[in-house]
C-alpha cells in the first residue's frame, strides 16, 4: 500500500503549473481509465476517489479535477477506444452477443462473396458471416473487440481477417466488397466516409445498415445516428432493396429504440 502511494506521488507532478504538467495529469487519467471495470459508470468521480485513498492533498486533487474535466471535454475522442476495450473485455455482454437479425435475413439467400463488417466490434457479425462460407474481413478501434473477434473465431473453427483500425485511416478499396456491413457503427454519415464505403462496393454488392435514430433533432447529435430518412438520401446511390423506420428492439440498447434499417444494393 505504502509502495503503491509512493509510486502515485511520485509519478504525479507536485503541483499542476504547465502544459506538461496538465499532460501528465491527463496521462495519468487514461492509463486509470482503461484499466477499469465497465462497472465503474463514473470513472472521473471514481478516479479521485482513487486519488484520496492514494494519499493525495484536496488542494492537489482539486487541481487534477480541473485539469481532467476540462480534457475529458476537449479530448472525448481519445477515450472512446478505451470504453470500447473495457466494453468488450467485461464476462457480461451489454448488448446483443449473437449475430444482428437485419443482416442475417439479408445474406439469407446470398451466395458468400468477400464481406467487410465495419466497426466489428467483438466480431459478432464476422463470426456468423466467416461460418456461412464469407470471407470476412473487420475492423474495429478497439484493440479488445478485435481480440475477442478473433478468439470467437477461432472456437467457432472460421478464419477471418481482423484488424485494429480507425475508419478514418481504413483503406476500403475500390469494388472490392459483396457485402458491407454497418451494424450500429460510429461512422459519421457524411462525407468523405460515406463516398468511399459506397465506391467500396462490387456491382450487386450489398450495404446492410442498423442503428438506433436521431429523434433529438439536435445540432449536436452524433453524426453517426442517421435522422428520419436520412439514410435514404445518404445511400441513395444505391437501389435500395429494403428500409425501416420502426420502433423495436435494439442489439444496443436494454429497451425498445427508434430504429433504423436499411439494405441497399449497388
Ligand atoms: C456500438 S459498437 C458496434 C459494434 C458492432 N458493429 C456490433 O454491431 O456489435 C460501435 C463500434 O465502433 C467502434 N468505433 C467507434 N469509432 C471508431 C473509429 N473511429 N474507428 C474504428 N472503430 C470505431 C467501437 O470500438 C465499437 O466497437
Known sequence: MLRRRFLLLAAAPAAVRSAGDEEKVWREYVEWYRRQ????TDPRRS????????????????????VIERFSIQRREELHPFFFDRTYSSGTPRFNAGPNSLLAEAVRDKAPGRALDVHMGQGRNAVFLASKGWQVTGFDFSAEGVRAAEAAARKAGVSLT????????????????????MSYTWVPLREPY????VESLRPRGLLVFEHLMDESGSEGAAAWLPKPNQLLQVFGGLRILRYEDVRASADWSWRPERIARLVGEK
Open 194 to 197: 460515406i463516398q468511399r464505403i
Open 47 to 66: 478516479y479521485l476517489e482513487h486519488l484520496e485513498r492514494s494519499g493525495l492533498g484536496a488542494a492537489a486533487i482539486q487541481e487534477r479535477a480541473k
Open 37 to 40: 471495470p465497465i462497472s465503474v
Open 162 to 181: 481482423a484488424l485494429v483500425r480507425r475508419h478514418e485511416d481504413f483503406d476500403f478499396g475500390r469494388a472490392r466488397w459483396d457485402l458491407v456491413v
